[in-house]
């Protein structure tokens, strides 16, 4: 089960860096040589604006599956940190578990919302392509953020009430500056 798992989890990180990345670069160059037609050649790719939203769109929402993965999302931890470990771990595994549930839902939003633009055939008007198509990173994206976090409460589960380390900022600041001297 656990190779199982390490596969899923390279499949998974591998999807969301890449669509991340690649959408990040693919936004920002098309985005400058839009600005450069524009004011040095005084013309314009019409499409291009649409599609730099898109590139922005996917990789931010596939950035942030994989943020549930690094832990880079922010959490409010002042109450909880202060509960003894047993009920710390409790309200994690909670949190958890709304989590996937809100992901799931919108992912199934996200499915039925193109089962919907395939019914009506739209059409984006300045790529000339189906609606659905760009608006697959919902179901997409949410589904893997879904899975990213079930494989935290799987971790969170296995580990000792007495082991859980929250994230704090400010002490990952100090311990960054004592590594620099």
Do not use: C
């Not at 499409?47 to 993965?69: D, Q």
């Amino acid at each position: 089960m656990k190779k199982l798992f390490n596969i899923f989890d390279i499949i998974v990180g591998t999807i969301n860096q890449t669509i991340a990345v690649y959408g990040m670069v693919l936004g920002v160059l098309l985005a400058f040589v839009n600005v450069v037609l524009r004011y040095v050649f005084d013309m314009s790719l019409p499409w291009a604006g649409e599609l730099t939203n898109y590139f922005f769109i996917w990789s931010a929402l596939f950035g942030a599956a994989y943020g549930f993965k690094q832990g880079a999302h922010i959490s409010i931890t002042i109450l909880i940190e202060r509960f003894p470990p047993a009920i710390l771990k409790g309200f994690l595994i909670f949190a958890n578990l709304l989590s996937i549930a809100y992901l799931l839902f919108i992912s199934f939003l996200g499915y039925k919302l193109t089962l919907f633009l395939m019914e009506f055939e739209e059409i984006n008007v300045d790529l000339q392509v189906p609606l659905w198509i760009p608006q697959l990173v919902i179901p997409i994206a949410f589904l893997l953020a879904a899975y990213r976090v079930f494989e935290k409460l799987v971790e969170l589960y296995k580990t000792d009430a007495n082991n859980i380390k929250l994230f704090s900022e400010h002490e990952a600041i100090i311990e960054e500056i004592k590594g620099e001297k």
